[in-house]
């Protein structure tokens, strides 16, 4: 099955500084790639996606890159905000027929992002 | 406004005890998930449905149960048998394969 492997765990910025947050993957055939975002006591919230045709997408101040060859997927987030403070999760996947035509992703474990002001 | 409803939003149980928690759809997706949410651990699966009166077990499925009576409602029921309950319990739900979840606020579930 897929494996995903998210870094770092914990993430400490000041208000301004850009965050990154890496994720590998193992499985060749993961053809679409989301992040989340978790406040605190909150479920997770989709905030970009990415999929397996795409190497990068942008949306304001965050955007998302993909490098298939290397199975690896980034977020990046400019200009970081008090508001951006969270865990974010990435996930990964592919849709399989075989399992009556199901995408269940896989998610890395988190990194808490902490941004100062 | 269209949404992924939980509740309760806290939960306490005795040992030994059953206990359902409730998520509800309004968004007319197919597809419904329940996930367990442990700190460091990331997300689990337990159980998901991708067509009413039917559903597969996830990782975690053991001392656990669902049922989908309709496509709206995707209760998830917390046996006895699960020797660890106490965790955040996270129902979502999706509109088709590489789409995105629509995640409800969570169900804390205490065991005391």
């Known amino acids: 099955g897929e494996n995903v492997e998210q870094h770092p765990s914990t993430l400490s910025v000041q208000e301004g500084d850009s965050a990154v947050i890496k994720c590998t993957y193992s499985?060749?055939?993961?053809?679409?790639f989301p992040w989340y975002k978790q406040e605190l006591g909150k479920g997770p919230q989709l905030i970009i996606d990415?999929?397996?045709?795409?190497g990068e997408k942008k949306d304001q101040r965050i955007a998302v890159t993909l490098n298939k060859t290397a199975k690896h997927f980034s977020l990046h987030i400019t200009e970081t905000q008090p508001e951006d403070s969270a865990v974010y999760f990435c996930?990964?996947?592919?849709?399989?027929?075989?399992?009556?035509?199901?995408?269940?992703?896989?998610f890395g474990r988190g990194t808490s992002l902490i941004v100062h002001p | 406004d269209g949404g992924i409803t939980q509740s309760p939003k806290y939960l306490f149980r005795k040992e030994g005890q059953n206990v359902t928690l409730s998520c509800e759809q309004n968004?007319?997706?197919?597809?419904m998930y329940w996930y367990r949410q442990d700190p460091g651990q990331g997300l689990r699966l337990i159980y998901y449905s991708q067509i009413v009166n039917d559903f597969q077990k996830g990782d975690i499925a053991e001392g656990y149960s669902v049922s989908r009576e309709k496509k709206e409602s995707f209760p998830l029921t917390v046996t006895s048998a699960q020797k660890n309950p106490t965790a955040f319990y996270l129902c979502?739900?999706?509109?088709?394969?590489?789409?995105?979840?629509?995640f409800g606020s969570g169900t804390r579930l205490t065991v005391v």
């Open positions: 499985d060749s055939a993961s053809n679409y």
């Open positions: 990415i999929r397996s045709n795409v």
């Open positions: 979502a739900s999706s509109q088709g394969p590489t789409y995105g979840y629509t």
């Open positions: 968004l007319n997706h197919d597809a």
């Open positions: 996930a990964a996947g592919a849709w399989r027929k075989e399992s009556g035509g199901s995408y269940i992703p896989t």
